[in-house]
């Protein structure tokens, strides 16, 4: 089983960034997709979530306008589109994968900074 996860960098304030999670290894279709975020000192904390057939969606409050969850089942990759960024997204995100077994990716590091 692996979630990679890719896009991550450095980005300017008010800018954008893509992430993506590749899954291999189980059945993608049959698991909601979920990314945290980890920022130095903080705990993990629950970004967004996409249902199994990517019927429904949910956001922290946070990140609600500026983020958008999506999935490809046929890519079994999951995205996160992040708009507006503001310093405080900086962080580790971390893509999981939650179903009959709960599966977790790397991270990547996200810095919005000037």
């Known amino acids: 089983v692996q979630l990679v996860e890719s896009g991550g960098g450095l980005v300017q304030p008010g800018g954008s960034l893509r992430l993506s999670c590749a899954a291999s290894?189980?059945?993608?279709?049959?698991?909601?997709m979920r990314w945290f975020r980890q920022a130095p000192g903080k705990e993990r904390d629950l970004v967004a979530a996409?249902?199994?057939?990517?019927?429904?969606?949910n956001y922290a409050d946070s990140v609600k306008g500026r983020f958008t969850i999506s999935r490809d089942n046929a890519k079994n990759t999951v995205y996160l589109q992040m708009n507006s960024l503001k310093p405080e997204d900086t962080a580790v995100y971390y893509c999981?994968?939650?179903?009959?077994?709960?599966?977790w990716g790397q991270g990547t590091q996200v810095t919005v900074s000037s």
């Open positions: 290894g189980f059945t993608f279709s049959n698991y909601v």
């Open positions: 996409i249902s199994s057939i990517g019927r429904n969606t």
């Open positions: 999981n994968a939650r179903g009959t077994y709960n599966y």
